[in-house]
C-alpha cells in the first residue's frame, strides 16, 4: 500500500482527494492537515510514503513545509507539490526544496493516481519533456552556483556521466538518450543511478537543476 498524506487548507479539497484516493486498492490515506505547521507535527507520528502538499496556505506554506520535512532526511517522505498554476513562482522554490515534482491542481484523476505511484516508486513526476521547458521559465531565479560539496561532487563524475547528465537536462526518456549516445537502455539507467547516488540527488529534477547551477550545460 502506498501510504498518503495531504495538505490543504481547503478542506473540500483534502475531501476529494481523499474520496478518490481511499478508492484504490494500492493507496491508503493517512492524514491530513490544513497547513505546513500542522503537517510537520503530525508526520512525525504517522508514517507516509508520499505527501501531496498545497503550495499556498497560512501558518507554513508548501515551500517552508518541504525544506523543513527533507532537510538532512534519507528516509522522508516524497513530496508531490500541488499548485493552482503551471508556472507558479514558488514551483522552482518547492523542486529545490526537495519536492519530487508538481503537479496543478486541475489535473485528471488518472494523471494524479499516476503520479502519486510514480512518486511512490522514485521516479520525478515532471514528464522529461516538462524539464526543460519549466528551466526555461524559472532560469532567472536559479541560484549562480552550486552548494561547495555538489562543486566537488561533479569532478567524481566519468566522461560518460557527465554526457548522459546532459541528455537528462535536455529532457530526454532514458530510450531516447540510449538512442542518442548509442547505448542500451538499461546501461542509462545505470548512468542515471550512478549519478543520483555520486550527487546526492533524490531524482531526476535535482540532477538538472544541479546541472543548470554547475554550469556544465548553458541556461535556457
Do not use: W
Not at 502506498?2 to 494500492?26: K, N, P, T, W
Not at 503530525?42 to 510514503?49: G, I, S, V
Not at 505511484?117 to 532567472?140: C, F, I, K, Q, Y
Not at 566519468?158 to 537528462?168: D, F, G, I, S, Y
Amino acid at each position: 500500500m502506498i501510504r498518503v498524506f495531504l495538505v490543504d487548507d481547503q478542506a473540500l479539497v483534502r475531501s476529494g482527494f481523499a474520496m478518490l484516493l481511499s478508492a484504490q486498492d494500492d493507496i491508503l490515506v493517512v492524514g491530513e492537515a490544513a497547513d505546513g505547521a500542522a503537517a510537520l507535527v503530525a508526520l512525525e507520528r504517522t508514517a507516509a510514503d508520499v505527501v501531496l502538499m498545497d503550495i499556498r496556505m497560512p501558518v507554513m506554506d508548501g515551500v517552508a513545509a518541504t525544506r523543513a520535512l527533507l532537510e538532512g532526511r534519507t528516509d522522508a517522505p516524497r513530496v508531490l507539490v500541488l499548485t493552482t498554476f503551471d508556472l507558479d513562482e514558488y514551483v522552482f522554490a518547492a523542486l529545490a526544496a526537495g519536492a519530487s515534482g508538481f503537479l496543478l491542481k486541475d489535473a485528471r484523476p488518472e494523471d494524479l493516481l499516476g503520479a502519486i505511484r510514480s512518486v511512490a516508486a522514485g521516479d520525478a513526476v515532471l514528464a522529461p519533456s516538462s524539464t526543460r521547458r519549466l528551466l526555461a521559465h524559472v532560469a532567472s531565479s536559479l541560484p549562480s552556483s552550486v552548494a561547495p560539496q555538489q562543486d566537488t561532487l561533479l569532478v567524481l563524475l566519468t566522461a560518460r556521466e557527465r554526457e548522459v547528465l546532459v541528455e537528462v537536462t535536455g529532457g530526454l526518456t532514458n530510450a531516447e538518450i540510449a538512442a542518442a549516445l548509442y547505448m542500451a537502455e538499461s546501461t542509462v539507467k545505470t548512468h542515471i543511478g550512478s549519478l543520483l547516488a555520486k550527487l546526492g540527488c533524490r531524482d531526476r529534477v535535482s540532477l538538472v537543476l544541479l546541472a543548470f547551477r554547475a554550469g556544465l550545460v548553458p541556461r535556457p
